[in-house]
Nanobody
Framework: QVQLVESGGGLVQAGDSLRLSCAAA????????LGWFRQAPGKEREFVAA?????????RYADSVKGRFTISRDNAKTTVYLQMNSLKPEDTGVYYC?????????????????WGQGTQVTVSS
């Protein structure tokens, strides 16, 4: 079992930046691929970005955030980050960190076994 706790959300204006963090505790962090998902009110949870168990093995991004968001991880600190630049109002939602016991990441919520409680990101126009 791995426990995930997100932080770093907040209220920002369009064009601003935020960095989300997700601290993990429990099993060996480097055994897990990690992902970020988000959910806007009235919408389904959607994939944002993901990273393999080691950074060198690759990252994935949703088309809507490619070039603006960067996912990274620090296995020594057991933390995954989501750097979000050039934020848009449509980026508003609750952002969730997720983990799966695998080398490679996935794009589906069903690919992940463990979830954090979420952190709210609100981007005003």
């Amino acid at each position: 079992q791995v426990q995930l706790v997100e932080s770093g959300g907040g209220l920002v204006q369009a064009g601003d930046s935020l960095r989300l963090s997700c601290a993990a505790a429990g099993r060996t962090f480097s055994n897990y691929a990690l992902g970020w998902f988000r959910q806007a009110p009235g919408k389904e949870r959607e994939f944002v970005a993901a990273i393999a168990s080691y950074s060198s093995l690759g990252t994935r991004y949703a088309d809507s955030v490619k070039g603006r968001f960067t996912i990274s991880r620090d296995n020594a600190k057991t933390t995954v980050y989501l750097q979000m630049n050039s934020l848009k109002p449509e980026d508003t939602g609750v952002y969730y960190c997720a983990a799966r016991s695998a080398v490679q990441s996935g794009r589906l919520a069903s690919d992940y076994d463990h979830w954090g409680q979420g952190t709210q990101v609100t981007v005003s126009s």
